[in-house]
Structures are given as C-alpha cells and as structure tokens.
C-alpha cells in the first residue's frame, strides 16, 4: 500500500471498524481509533444532553461508539453529525428499556439545531396589517425555527426535569414519573427566542393552530378549522397573539398578496 | 470587523474555548489575538457566532481549521470550503489556516470523515494533491493561509522527501505560509524515538526558510504512558523543550505570530494568560539576543 490513493481509504476503513488491520503500525491505528470514540462521544454530549443524563456514561459510550459504525461522520463539522441518531436509538435495545428515549433524543436534536439557524427579526411593520378589516384573508409568519413535537410521553416534563439542577429536579423527577406513570403524552413546541432556546408544552388545539400557520392557512380558515374540533375553547387567539409575538412564536403577518 | 495588530512586539494569543468565553468579554487582556476552532463557528447564527462577532470586535481574530483536509486525495469538501468562506466573510480574520493533514476519504462507496488530522505521506503526488487543493481554498477566500505541519501517530508509506522539504515545497508552489507547531515537533521525535528531543527540533526549525513562517503554535500534552504514544492532547502547560525550541524559533523567524494552545483540562483564564505573557517574555530575550549578536556583527 504505497500509493496515497490506497493508503487514504485503507487507514480511514481501519480506523472505522473494529479488526486488526496488520498493515498499519497497531499503536498508531489505536491512537487514531480512541480519538475518534472520544470526538465522537463528546459531540453527541453536546448535541444529546438530555440522552446523555438518561443513559449515564457507560451506556452513553457504548451507545455512540454503536451509532459512529452506523452512521459514520460525512462532514467535518462534528456539530451536523447525529440527525439520525434519534431513529437509531429507536431500533436500539435501548429504546426497550427507555421507550421515550427517541423523542427526548429529536427534542435534543432540535434544541441544538436551534442554537445553529439563522437569527430571525420581528417584522413589527407586517404585524400593523394585523388591524386591516380583511386581515383574516392573511396568515401568520410562524418563527421558520420552531419546531412541534407530538409525542406519546411526557417529553416536556422530562425535559425540564433534566435542565434544572438542584432540589426543585427531584419535584420535576417525580412530576415526570407519575406522567410516565400514567401514560400522559405531551406535544411542544421548541423555539429561539432572540439567542435563547424556549420549549412549552401546547394543547392539541394551539398545535392545530400553529400547524395552520405554518402550512400558511389563512386565519378565517384557520378558526374554522379549529372551530371543529372539541376543545377549541382551550384555544384565545386574542391573549395568544401578543404572547406569540412577545415571544417570537409569531415573528410577522403574511397578506394574501405577498404569498 | 477585526483589527489587525500594530504591535512592534511579537503577537501573542491564546486559542479562545467555550469556558472562557465570559473572561475574554469580560475585561480588556493583554493579548494580541486569539485564535478559534473554524467548525465551532460554522453556525448560521445564534450565541456562539455573536460572541465570536463580539470578540472579534475587540480583538484580531485566527481561524484555525481542524478538519478541511488539506491533504485528502478525495478533495476539499464544497460545503465545508462554503461555511469557510461565510464565516470568514462575517469575521474578517486576522490569519485563517488548517493542517498538513488528510481528513476524508471514500470508504466502500461511501464519503467519510475521520473528525481527526490523519498523516499523509511526503512525496511528489502528494505535494500535487496539496499544491491543488490549498490553491483552491485561497482562491475562494481570495486570501494566503497557513499550513500547520502535524504530530502524527503512525507513519504513511511513501514519503521520499522530509518533512521540511515537503512543507518548504508547498509553501513555494501554493504561496501559502507554514503554521510551525513546536509541541508536534516534541510529540513526533518522543514517539518516533528520538533520544534528543531538543535537538531533534532545532534541527526540523533550521531547515525552514524563516520568510514561509507565518504563526507558531505552542502546547503542552499529557505525558505517555509507558510503552504508550505521546498523545497531542492539548491539556498541559507548555514543555520546557519547547519553551527552548520556540526561544530558537525567535531567533530564526523573527517576531511571528505566537498562540497557546489549550484545548482539554482547560485551566484558568490567568494560567492562559500566565503563558501568554511567558510567551512574549522569550520572545523579547530572543529578539533582543538576535539584536545584540546583530550588533556585534556590525563592521567596525
């Protein structure tokens, strides 16, 4: 193996796999093999925060030196590596043992996804058109960040009893416990407020509404389409939307004529 | 926009990590520059690019690459070439450079990264695939980088040039300039048996020319367990060989831009800044050395 056009591949295979490659210096090979584990153990950390906590650090190694055989890293940047994780965790023995393990993982994803995308500013000037009398014939911008997340477990319990420290995580432990216990699901939301990531838990009819938005309904249609369903009333849009602006759940108004 | 420094004193930085962050915002430090990981930046947007932006502000900035691989037969990847070249743009960085290193390849038919600096050997086709692919980066950030010489953990089959040779021909046929590691230097003659270390990089320094030196770079490791590789790990303080080494290097390349580098086991703020200031002490004994010996050169 002289050329570099072999030895290139030939040590990158060597180094992804686990067998003994009697062609390269063995001391040499190990080094290069221990510092791909531990790169790849500390971006997952980065990345997966909350699956780190759940797992512990014996199966949170063991589960990203699995995943990098699976899903090798393609780019450069440790930080884009991990989109698939998620699902890999859900054909993993792991997802068995914790069945909410995959979401608490696309919630993760998410979250570090949202600390990457582009800042995004309020349009306050679209947001006047609101006032207009056929302002229902518009939509609302949604953040382009936010993501929804419907889910069987409590995610939004488990989630924040994972991002606090000290005596209140043991009340939110066992708050997210007796959900797990009784089979609560919960739907979020997760956000970018300015820099900071926001998570809230929705009902179903502000998800139905935010999906609306987003599919850029108009509002006229979109209160029709909420108004079908059985807990519309959960739903004020009046004390909703300066708190989605507030917030930057909402970011502007779309007229009919600049879709 | 980053100021670039007018410092008639040798510039030295510090390699800038996530925990402190809030200390270099924090209070004015006597540091020339200091230098970031580029992949920590590529980010569209959100708090770790805005404080770069702030830093960048009040400070020069060095994008120091870890993984464009530069010595990859498969080519530099386009994207990551992309989010180089947008975060240059946004930055407007005092130094940009990466490693004499390949990154990726095609493994069955699959394009992977080894997230790692993986040695390449020294030879006329290598030389080529470098040549091709460092010109290609200058010519899309429209601007000079440097290549950093690397500490390697096995040796590739193939070189018929050394190490020196190999980087001084680069230097000449991209128009780059060389980021000299003196810590590699250390690590690669400790693992490859060298008995006088010391030496060993005083010999690899003399045979650069001082004009393609453009950054050195200086670090500590943990040492090697026994029977064991020196691992280049970033996480101790700067070796007295080389301290030695960069006081040598001074003499022979002049007042070149100088970083500590501290990437694991990170310490204080001050302790950084302890080996900052150390640094510049060598570095004006070295210059004022230089000066003197000058002096005496003189022709009465």
Same mark, same amino acid.
């Given at each position: 193996?002289?050329?570099?056009?072999?030895?290139q591949?030939?040590?990158l295979?060597?180094?992804?796999?686990?067998?003994?490659?009697?062609?390269?210096?063995?001391?040499?090979?190990?080094?290069?093999?221990?510092?791909?584990?531990?790169?790849?153990?500390?971006?997952?950390?980065?990345?997966?925060?909350?699956?780190?906590?759940?797992?512990?650090?014996?199966r949170?190694?063991?589960?990203c030196?699995?995943y990098?055989?699976?899903?090798?890293?393609?780019?450069?940047?440790?930080?884009e590596?991990?989109?698939s994780?998620?699902?890999?965790?859900?054909?993993?023995?792991?997802?068995?043992?914790?069945?909410?393990?995959?979401?608490?993982?696309?919630?993760?994803?998410?979250?570090?996804?949202?600390?990457?995308?582009?800042?995004?500013?309020l349009?306050?000037?679209?947001?006047?058109?609101?006032?207009?009398?056929n302002?229902?014939a518009?939509?609302l911008?949604?953040?382009?960040?936010?993501?929804?997340?419907?889910?069987?477990?409590?995610?939004?319990s488990?989630?924040l009893?994972?991002?606090?420290?000290?005596?209140?995580q043991?009340?939110?432990?066992?708050?997210?416990?007796?959900?797990?216990?009784?089979?609560?699901?919960?739907?979020?939301?997760?956000?970018?407020?300015?820099?900071?990531?926001?998570?809230?838990?929705?009902?179903?009819?502000?998800?139905?509404?935010?999906?609306?938005?987003?599919?850029?309904?108009?509002?006229?249609q979109?209160?029709e389409?909420?108004?079908?369903?059985?807990?519309?009333?959960?739903?004020?849009?009046?004390?909703?939307?300066?708190d989605?602006?507030?917030n930057?759940?909402?970011?502007?108004?779309?007229?009919?004529e600049?879709? | 926009?980053?100021?670039?420094?007018f410092s008639?004193?040798?510039?030295?930085?510090?390699?800038?990590?996530?925990v402190?962050?809030?200390d270099?915002?924090?209070?004015?430090?006597?540091?020339?520059?200091?230098?970031?990981?580029?992949?920590?930046?590529?980010?569209?947007?959100?708090a770790?690019?805005?404080?770069?932006?702030?830093?960048?502000?009040r400070?020069?900035?060095?994008?120091?690459?870890?993984?464009?691989?530069?010595?990859?037969?498969?080519?530099?990847?386009?994207?990551?070439?992309d989010?180089?070249?947008?975060?240059?743009?946004?930055?407007?960085?005092?130094?940009?450079s990466?490693?004499?290193?390949?990154?990726?390849g095609?493994?069955g038919?699959?394009?992977?990264?080894?997230?790692?600096?993986?040695?390449?050997a020294?030879?006329?086709?290598?030389?080529?695939?470098? /040549? +091709?692919?460092?010109?290609?980066?200058? *010519? =899309?950030l !429209?601007?000079?980088? %440097? $290549?950093?010489?690397?500490?390697?953990?096995?040796?590739?089959?193939?070189?018929?040039?050394t190490? /020196? +040779?190999?980087?001084?021909?680069?230097a *000449? =046929?991209? !128009?780059?300039?060389? %980021? $000299?590691?003196?810590?590699?230097?250390a690590?690669?003659?400790v693992?490859?048996?060298?008995?006088?270390?010391?030496?060993?990089?005083?010999?690899w320094?003399?045979?650069i020319?001082?004009t393609? $030196?453009?950054?050195i770079?200086l670090?500590g490791?943990?040492?090697?367990?026994?029977?064991?590789?020196?691992?280049?790990?970033?996480?101790q303080k700067?070796?007295?060989?080389?301290w030695?080494?960069?006081?040598?290097?001074?003499t022979?390349?002049?007042?070149v831009?100088?970083?500590?580098?501290w990437?694991?086991q990170?310490?204080?703020?001050q302790?950084?800044?302890?080996?900052?200031?150390?640094?510049?002490?060598?570095?004006?004994?070295?210059?004022?050395?230089?000066?003197?010996n000058?002096?005496?050169?003189?022709?009465?």
């Amino acid at each position: 193996m002289t050329l570099c056009s072999d030895f290139q591949p030939g040590l990158l295979s060597a180094i992804l796999d686990d067998s003994d490659h009697h062609e390269f210096d063995r001391r040499g090979l190990e080094a290069y093999r221990r510092n791909l584990e531990a790169n790849a153990r500390r971006a997952l950390a980065i990345s997966f925060p909350v699956v780190h906590q759940l797992l512990g650090e014996t199966r949170f190694a063991d589960a990203c030196r699995q995943y990098l055989r699976h899903s090798p890293l393609v780019a450069g940047d440790w930080a884009e590596w991990g989109d698939s994780f998620p699902e890999w965790l859900e054909l993993s023995g792991l997802s068995e043992q914790l069945p909410y393990l995959p979401d608490m993982a696309r919630l993760d994803w998410f979250s570090h996804q949202l600390g990457r995308t582009e800042d995004t500013q309020l349009n306050f000037e679209s947001l006047q058109q609101l006032s207009a009398s056929n302002a229902g014939a518009g939509h609302l911008v949604i953040n382009p960040a936010l993501r929804l997340l419907v889910s069987e477990y409590p995610v939004h319990s488990i989630w924040l009893a994972h991002n606090v420290e000290g005596s209140e995580q043991q009340a939110l432990l066992t708050q997210a416990g007796k959900k797990l216990q009784d089979r609560a699901g919960e739907t979020v939301i997760i956000w970018r407020k300015h820099w900071r990531t926001e998570i809230r838990a929705v009902s179903s009819a502000e998800q139905v509404w935010i999906e609306c938005q987003q599919r850029k309904v108009n509002i006229d249609q979109s209160f029709e389409d909420l108004s079908q369903r059985e807990d519309s009333h959960s739903f004020q849009f009046e004390s909703w939307l300066p708190d989605a602006i507030e917030n930057h759940i909402v970011i502007g108004y779309a007229a009919p004529e600049n879709d | 926009m980053s100021r670039t420094w007018f410092s008639d004193r040798t510039p030295v930085g510090i390699g800038l990590r996530h925990v402190h962050y809030h200390d270099a915002l924090a209070a004015p430090a006597d540091i020339d520059f200091f230098e970031v990981h580029s992949e920590n930046f590529f980010a569209r947007g959100g708090a770790t690019l805005g404080v770069l932006e702030e830093v960048a502000g009040r400070y020069p900035v060095s994008l120091h690459g870890t993984s464009l691989g530069l010595g990859s037969v498969a080519g530099i990847s386009p994207r990551h070439l992309d989010s180089l070249v947008q975060l240059a743009d946004r930055i407007s960085p005092a130094l940009i450079s990466d490693h004499a290193a390949f990154g990726q390849g095609v493994v069955g038919e699959q394009l992977v990264h080894a997230g790692d600096l993986l040695p390449i050997a020294f030879n006329e086709s290598m030389l080529q695939v470098m /040549t +091709e692919n460092v010109l290609q980066v200058q *010519e =899309r950030l !429209g601007r000079q980088i %440097l $290549v950093e010489n690397l500490s390697a953990y096995l040796e590739p089959p193939g070189s018929t040039l050394t190490e /020196t +040779e190999f980087l001084t021909e680069l230097a *000449e =046929r991209s !128009g780059c300039r060389l %980021l $000299v590691d003196i810590n590699n230097l250390a690590v690669n003659a400790v693992n490859t048996g060298i008995e006088n270390v010391a030496v060993s990089i005083k010999q690899w320094l003399d045979q650069i020319p001082a004009t393609h $030196v453009g950054e050195i770079h200086l670090a500590g490791c943990t040492p090697a367990q026994p029977g064991g590789l020196v691992i280049d790990d970033h996480s101790q303080k700067v070796s007295d060989t080389v301290w030695d080494g960069y006081h040598h290097a001074i003499t022979r390349f002049g007042q070149v831009p100088t970083l500590i580098e501290w990437d694991t086991q990170l310490p204080e703020w001050q302790v950084l800044l302890n080996e900052a200031n150390k640094a510049r002490r060598i570095a004006e004994k070295a210059c004022n050395a230089l000066s003197e010996n000058s002096f005496q050169e003189q022709p009465v």
